[in-house]
């Protein structure tokens, strides 16, 4: 068994799609952010939700359906107390929700902006190995090989190199998915066994520690 050092990264990207739609405001189609707001109205037994949306032109609104006439029995106890309290979280998540939306819009917007943790899970003494596991809470407009490469510095040419010479491979994951957005679940495995460089280098950058 190789000795490892196991790092998990959590990305989280920043700002919400922002969907496409006629608006009445500004005579056209335009982008809209969520408000962070979700509505919830009764009629009878029969609930409806929404997650309230606002143009970036003149702020009129637009409420994306969760569900409609939904009987209150039906409805998931945690889901229906998100939406009486406005649960940020909640609503956050549900702003990602990209088959929701492509549902009602054919044109997202999508934002590469996001932030990153980085954990140490465990770490073997005189490693050779580093193994990289993502956790991605909601949907990422980021390639594979860019993370990596903005993260550990390194060239994406040289990160090919590295999964061409069998240096580098995805555990969990496509053939190709270097070249595919991230995903929760994805395990990347660098041999670093010949890199005299990597507890000097790629630890820091892997840990989120100041070189």
């Avoid at 739609?21 to 500004?26: K, P, S």
């Avoid at 054919?106 to 193994?131: G, M, N, Y």
């Avoid at 993370?147 to 061409?164: D, F, G, K, N």
Wanted: hydrophobic letters at 40%; proline letters at 6%; charged letters at 25%.
């Amino acid at each position: 068994m190789c000795a490892k050092l196991r790092v998990r990264w959590t990305i989280t990207p920043q700002i919400p799609p922002q969907p496409w739609i006629n608006c009445n405001g500004c005579g056209g189609p335009r982008a809209f952010r969520s408000s962070g707001k979700a509505r919830l109205n009764a009629n009878g037994r029969s609930l409806d939700a929404w997650l309230i949306y606002r143009c970036v032109g003149c702020d009129k609104t637009w409420n994306r359906p969760i569900f409609e006439r939904r009987n209150i029995r039906d409805i998931d106890p945690r889901i229906l107390a998100a939406l009486q309290s406005n649960d940020p979280l909640w609503i956050r998540a549900e702003a990602f929700d990209l088959d929701a939306l492509r549902r009602r819009a054919q044109r997202i917007d999508e934002f590469p902006e996001f932030s990153i943790v980085k954990d140490v899970l465990c770490e073997a003494c005189d490693w050779t190995h580093l193994e990289i596991e993502l956790m991605v809470p909601v949907p990422a407009r980021l390639r594979l090989d860019r993370l990596l490469a903005s993260e550990l510095s390194v060239s994406r040419t040289r990160l090919q190199a590295l999964s061409e010479q069998g240096a580098l491979c995805i555990v969990s994951g496509h053939a190709d998915s270097l070249r595919r957005r991230i995903r929760a679940g994805i395990v990347v495995e660098l041999d670093l066994s010949a890199d005299a460089g990597r507890e000097g280098l790629w630890r820091p950058r892997a840990a989120g520690m100041p070189i």
